[in-house]
């Protein structure tokens, strides 16, 4: 998995979650500023395994 940093003609920045299967995995919202899209990945890989899972379908697990 890698994250890409893209910039839109704005000039607002966003990253993706590319998995090893060039999949989008996950988009973060737009930023103004570079820094706060790699603060945020920061946050993302430093919380991901502690996350919490709410499954709200009805479909048991496999």
Known sequence: MRFVILRNESGK???RAVGNNN???A???MMER???CLDSI???QRE???AE???K???PSS
């Open 13 to 15: 920045f966003w990253w």
């Open 23 to 25: 999949e989008i995995m």
């Open 27 to 29: 988009a973060s919202q």
């Open 34 to 36: 570079k820094q706060s």
């Open 42 to 44: 920061a946050t993302v």
């Open 48 to 50: 991901a395994a502690k």
């Open 53 to 55: 899972v709410v499954d």
């Open 57 to 59: 379908t009805d479909e």
